[in-house]
Nanobody, 114 residues
Framework: VQLQASGGGLVQAGGSLRLSCAAS????????MAWYRQAPAKQRELVAR???????NYASSVKGRFTISRDFVENTFYLQMNSLMSEDTGVYYC?????????WGQGTQVTVSS
């Protein structure tokens, strides 16, 4: 299974970005999809997750601003990020978890300038 994350970039505070994670080699159906991020000098943290049943949960710091979604036809899932703040800066990783293990994408850099 390979995950290709994209959509990161440089954005001003208050702006928006949409991250994509395209999966190949396996269907995303029946798997848990998530986004993590790692800010400089900080531990990696869970940002958002969507369960096999479609239930979502978010880090408290992004709740109300970020939305995780998925498209089984495109075999891709997304992270819509609005009202970005400088604290959202970091490398964002997408993950896919299923019965055969966990898979990670390569990460995409998000930089929010204040």
């Amino acid at each position: 299974v390979q995950l290709q994350a994209s959509g990161g970039g440089l954005v001003q505070a208050g702006g928006s970005l949409r991250l994509s994670c395209a999966a190949s080699g396996s269907s995303t159906s029946g798997k848990i999809m998530a986004w993590y991020r790692q800010a400089p000098a900080k531990q990696r943290e869970l940002v958002a997750r969507i369960s096999t049943g479609g239930f979502t949960n978010y880090a408290s710091s992004v709740k109300g601003r970020f939305t995780i979604s998925r498209d089984f036809v495109e075999n891709t899932f997304y992270l819509q990020m609005n009202s970005l703040m400088s604290e959202d800066t970091g490398v964002y990783y997408c993950t896919l978890s299923g019965p055969r293990g966990d898979y990670w994408g390569q990460g995409t850099q998000v930089t929010v300038s204040s």
